[in-house]
């Protein structure tokens, strides 16, 4: 299985950034997809999870700025980061998780290495 992220760079505050997740060797469809991120010295926390049928959640920081999708034809997680503000700067990674989704770590099989934001104010 291979779990890659990609779309992570450095942003002034108030900008835009798009992360692409590629996933092969899963049976992509069937799986809850989601992004988390961890700030240096802090905890890995959810960001934004996508189930199967494409039911969404979002931790509250994010909401109204960030917006999670998926492309089942391509394997392929999205996040639309709009409005981003210096808290935002982290680590980024895409998570695959079977059937339900969850905004804690607890049973996510498969992960990528990340990829940073770095948001400048």
């Known amino acids: 299985v291979q779990v890659m992220e990609s779309g992570g760079g450095s942003v002034q505050a108030g900008g835009s950034l798009r992360l692409s997740c590629t996933v092969s060797?899963?049976?992509?469809?069937?799986?809850?997809m989601s992004w988390f991120r961890q700030a240096p010295g802090k905890e890995r926390e959810g960001v934004a999870t996508?189930?199967?049928?494409?039911?969404?959640m979002y931790a509250d920081p994010v909401k109204d700025r960030f917006t999670i999708s998926r492309d089942n034809s391509k394997n392929t997680l999205y996040l639309q980061m709009n409005s981003l503000i210096s808290e935002d700067t982290a680590m980024y990674y895409c998570?695959?998780?079977?059937?339900?989704?969850?905004?804690?770590?607890?049973?996510?099989?498969?992960w990528g290495q990340g990829t940073q934001v770095t948001v400048s104010s």
């Open positions: 998570g695959a998780r079977w059937a339900d989704c969850s905004m804690t770590q607890a049973g996510y099989a498969y």
């Open positions: 996508i189930s199967p049928s494409s039911s969404t």
């Open positions: 060797g899963i049976n992509y469809s069937l799986y809850c």
